[in-house]
């Protein structure tokens, strides 16, 4: 029998403010979105079919919050990804423009921007400041990485005396965001965290796709073209692309089937083995030989398998072995030994790929996002994120989706079609279809 | 009660070849995804929940067609869209490398190739010489518009002694290849009819997008944003964009959110009246003197009530009104009687935006129509196409698809986002939030 | 013998303040550039040989104008052209920054800006808010055509107290900066008026290449290579792109040897007929025939001498015949009368084309033209322009730049290398290579 | 008195056979170019003007081989260049269309493809084959690096009976085809050996512009954009750009007036320090104090002055000291010790910049150098190279052209045009406006 699971948004209280929404647009609380769910992602086990139950996303007809009396702020943390300022945009246009919010701060650099050692300005956020910022990269507010501690955070929130945090940032940034929703419980304030999940890694538990991923792809696929150019252009030439990818190949994936000119992709959900009968080296070899070159797309955080554990850095991230650098030096000693001139170019598009604007469907996408993130925090939603799940904008709570990392389903006919586009052999790849292998 | 209703897919007979695919991606015939379907779908007046079951895209365990004697042929419709030589591509390599089919036809000009009297020739696709067609733009195949006779068709699919035919079209295409199937059928032929839905409008019913669309909008917006810079650039500057969407405002729709830039949006769902107080002109004045500027999209099918009926053209389409020189005169007319001088500019970017090659997005797409569709002929199905229906790629019933053409649904929050974007009035457009006003 | 002819430029007074810039880069005013001169380009007959004197771009050591006390205007007049911001913000940058100059001034809307009338207000230019108006096409201080009275403009130009005013503009905006400049003589006012041409055609004479050209070409190669994707498309396929070139065919002629993909191309400077033995139609019939389909190119002023005189606009430019419509009705009727079916395809990218962002090489070219502009301003010279010549930067007197327009030398080996690339019949064209053969 | 110098091209002997061209076209080869000249273009101290006379390219009325007994063959040496292409498919399509040569052979992976002891097949290359390979980037033939015996490669070249050999490659290739010239000339064999100077630093003497500058270029400040992007985006952010230029500054220039948001541009020509009042780590704190962010531009052979001398690799060219990585070390030592914390993020483009296809610009660019090639191997002429110096095309002996490498010309105003644009202070760089300072 199938487990059917309910999600609920916690809420600073009833919502007795009419909203002056146009009203045609509102969504009712109570309308729940079933969808089936693979146990995985609950970190369990497989035990059967799960389905569970989501807050749609979307304008309520009743708001806790007055408008005229609200007060948002924005903030930006992590790694730049393509699509923030779009979100900043749509979150600064919908308070304004559709609830006649007074005023949205910008906290610069990232959380440090609440910390009154750092001393950076905060930035008021108005419709005219904000009105072309989507044509540029980056994030107007700037961002920062780490942790900063969350009482100095709160404070700073009720000194600034702030109703909604949108807060927009990665894996850390939600864990963040968790803690300070409660530190704020803790003291009883009735304030709005909203979460907007940002990574360029496309990770995020519960979320099918974030922001920015789609144009991270189409810039993937031109450094992608290029190794391809420079393989087909010296004996024996390989052209190597180093994409995102920490814990998941999805970026690597996408751009794999996106282009059809990758021969080997390497991600961190399979691992491989240089040497031996199925080994990438007398793979890579074999392909040279009857092709004369060779494309190899590597997810930065593959083959971690081969190094020994290094650590963390400061935001807790663990510390990923270099595996181009290794790969690079593999391929030169096990070809110099053979005596076979090769020519590896290698690639590292990241910061092209991340700081570029967000191309359309991206620029949609944002848009949605910032304008959900309002309707929740207006509603008096907390201690959740705005998630877009298959098709759905639905509401979610930040204990979801920090709850473990969204990797490849690698046993999916999507990574089949991945591999298939390769003609990288499967055996190559441990952990890959093994089931029904 | 929820009615549940059951999508079936014809088949040539019972498969029994063992698929030469790697074991591990076999999809079950059995195995139908269920899905809340709106009852305007089927035609139908709204009466309460529908569920449907659609039989699931991908590889079959067993053919019906003994691979290394099967003969496919590829045929392109219609207007031009981004991604046709994807899907080819896809279809010809998943054919070749991993069905190992041995001949893989391509008919030239469309339906005009199989009648004897045009003496177009044939075309043999082979990997070698689809490899790089996915750069270009346009068909390699060509095109041309029109019926021709189906018994003349299946003559010519018999002579050639076709195994599979894979039809890439619109609506008429898809009612044609519904005709060849039944033709086929009359003669006991175990032919497979297999089609791939394109049209650049976005409008085939249970296809939640068209391969293309994502292009195309890309493309739009570069031509709103040309718009917006000629408007900019004169006093009392109007920019006018005429987009793709002949019963549909899909294309008009995803753009003007996409750049956030368009003042007025026009689809064929909406009616709208020009002159009176909730008139377009009026309304268009006030823009004018409060920011100086517009920006004016129009779907080419809007305002057709504007005009009197036409009558078809030989493809059997409805001859549509040329709504864009009725507002350029009537915007002129207006501001001249008033004596405001204005500078229109008209923008009509349409062979621009559906003859580029396909976005990053759109190649994964086709690349996963052309393998479904390859895989779906294999299995002996017939009368059906591929489609992706949310984010499911399912198997779809022809007759299901040529229902109806679909249409934008203007009380949803969607098309609340994008008339909020535009700042348009809701009063100006008829039958939007019509029922909750 | 060689004739030897001095241009000078018009000065206000003598350069008695000493230039604010590190030396390093002074240009002496006795340093004259040397070049020969086709006499076509004063509009003489030919009749030998011909020695031009120009006088070099670049910073002068002394100036007229105390830059502190120096208060700059920007105007910019006539159609849209890449690179227009670049040129206002490269003044901005030159007079803020290097010569410390207080006050730039963007006069709105064109010439109308200057008029009480029409009350468009002034926009102080500073470093902050040009500073990444490179980034958008068009022009921040908007435009307008026609005249207006130079009695008006001068009256106030002196209300505000301008020093130096730049007009960007074309061949009508340098002849009214020439009027502008003679007013001011006539009131004894020591205002410098500096022109910097601006315009799509590339027509000035004297100047090589206008900014935005190379810009122009690059979006115009991507409309002809859709309607070459257009034409390969369809039976019979005809693609037809329409390109700016009033009375010159630059654009047409350099798009098309770019992109080789032209059949026929069409410009002012050539008059063609079409029927008969050497007509167009016969030789589309041909190249149908043999090849299946057809790129034509037309620059908007070819084929003049089909038409009538039709007089002239506001702005005293001739009001040019439709030849893209005449010649879509005679090929139709030409084929319809034949019973051959073809499929036109007819694209008008102009407002795409000179509305987008200037690419590197016109940015380059734009900063150049406007620190020429400014370091001439300063020296005290007026009634000139800046100009490239060859491949040099010179200051021109605006007497010899509004003499003629420029045209294409059709006897030229570029030329006949257009010509060669399309693979059209010489014998198609009047007037050219008409010398040699 | 200026010095008039003569420069002659050589020739297999006298050109008998009437050119099958349209007669317009012909270019006297008596007919010469004289140019003032820098003294140090010729590798000698300033020593007074200098005037020198060149060749004009372009077809020749008589030629020397019989177009059709005339045989062709095209290499390309050394690294990847936007525009390599268009150059092959150029002197194809001049040679089969417009002199009727029946065959140009394509000679793969460079010298390498000389020698028979690498079995590198030989390509036929035909009008159809090369007709669209102007829409990738790269080289068709491909190409490899380091010389190969002249024996075996004048061997081969007898053995395929080659009337002319276009040679499209960079400094050493120059060389190289001296070197194969000679020793033709020694064995009395009456091969024409045509040289088309391809390098992406742009460092050849006597040549304004190497094909692909402008391209490489543009994609430069795609990365420097990113850069800055980057740089915005973090507290005390610095954003590093390596790119190309081992002895020139020339992609760096102009990259840097192109996007304006360049710092700190730092290129072979001009030795600066990394400490003390004019170093560059103190300069750059000063700029993150004030601004918050900074960017840097570093051509790869800059800072050389920091390296002890490596030796050369096998091609003979100079092994340089990575500059970038030294920078990267210092800067982040310099603000450690300082406890400054900076992020700072370092772009390499190298792969992406050269293997793009060519901008328009660079199409017209390489469609003329392709056709000026074969104008002179059918006239007869060998041991040259196609040029465009200024805004002519000429014929230039392979000597003059690898006399020396061409460098920025630190003393001319388009260099203080480029510092003036990055705001850095001259006085940090060495050698660079020394004489006026």
Redesign the interface.
Known sequence: MTQKINTSIKTLGPAKVKSPL????F?DDEKLISMNISPEMLGEEENGPLKMLFEEA??RQNLYFDPSKTKCAVVTCGG?CPGINDVI?SIVMEAY??YNVPSVLGIK?GL?GFIPD?S?PVMELTPQNVS?I??????IL???RGPQPPEEIVDALERMNISILFMIGGDGTMKAAQIIQEELARRSNKMSIIGIPKTIDNDVNFV?KTFGF?TA??KA???I???H??A????Y?I?MVKLMGRESGFIAA??T????EVNFVLIPECSFELQGENGLLPHLERRLKNRGHAVIVVAEGAGQELFERKGADPSGNIILGDICSVLRREIDDYFQEKDIPITL?????S??IR??PA???D??YC??LG?HAVHAGMAGKTGMLVSML??RFIYLPLTLATLRRRTLNT?S?YW??VL??T?QP?SMLNKC?E???
Chains 1, 2, 3, 4 share one sequence.
């Not at 989507?134 to 994030?139: I, K």
């Open positions: 146009p009203v045609c647009r969504v979307g304008p730049l945009r423009h559709h650099y440090q750092y950076h072309q989507h044509e540029f990269g980056g994030t700037a961002s920062s099918s789609d792809v189409e696929t031109e450094a073209r290029c190794a150019t420079e087909l252009g010296a004996p030439g052209g996408q751009a089937i996106a282009l059809k170019k290698f690639i590292d598009p910061y092209i700081s570029v191309n359309s469907n620029r949609v848009g949605f304008q298959r098709d046993k006919n089949g079609s298939a586009s003609g499967i279809c089931k029904n292998n």
